[in-house]
């Protein structure tokens, strides 16, 4: 079946850093990518999405790749802010059984420290 | 108002009792979830529902289940709570016209305590 799978956190940055989540996918059709971020109390918001290879998504300067070669969607920010501390999750939207339902992955911890 | 309205957010409850959440929502999604959240677990998928006539199962369905009241509501229910239900439990919709590559939308959870 399909899976998801995150780097496991919690991965901690000095402000200004660089970051990199990485995310690897299994799927049997051609899937949605997407990133999903959880600030603390919050629900999962949107954060970007790519549906077919080579697109990239981005947003408040995130972004990331959809590379159908290595099965990957890494999320990357080229400075990270202490606002950006929260739980990042990557999943896939597949055609399987014509549901889309969405897998995740478990989630990766962002902490930025000033 | 939020677009997906979860209440209550937080519930203690005792063993053995019964527990009803509810979910509304003002996107006009056909689409709606239930998840739960584990720390280290990720999601996982309880139950969902495409219309209102549909309910389906989902990976963790045992000691739930569901009723979508109408397009905008969709309530989950814990027949006999057990400790090992507490959880953060939220509640999604999503658009089928774009299958589910537009994403979902969530709620803001309910944090439920099972004593």
Known sequence: GDSVTQMEGPVTLSEEAFLTINCTYTATGYPSLFWYVQYPGEGLQLLLKATKADDKGSNKGFEATYRKETTSFHLEKGSVQVSDSAVYFCALSDQTGGSYIPTFGRGTSLIVHP | ?115
């Open chain 2, 1 to 115: 108002d939020a677009d997906v309205t979860q209440t209550p957010r937080n519930r203690i409850t005792k063993t053995g009792k019964r527990i009803m959440l509810e979910c509304s929502q003002t996107k006009g999604h056909d689409r709606m979830y239930w998840y739960r959240q584990d720390p280290g677990l990720g999601l996982r998928l309880i139950y969902y529902s495409f219309d209102v006539k549909d309910i389906n199962k989902g990976e963790i369905s045992d000691g739930y289940s569901v009723s979508r009241q109408a397009q905008a509501k969709f309530s989950l229910s814990l027949e006999s709570a057990i400790p090992n239900q507490t959880a953060l439990y939220f509640c999604a919709t999503s658009d089928s016209l774009g299958q589910g590559a537009y994403g979902y939308t969530f709620g803001s959870g309910t944090r439920l305590t099972v004593v």
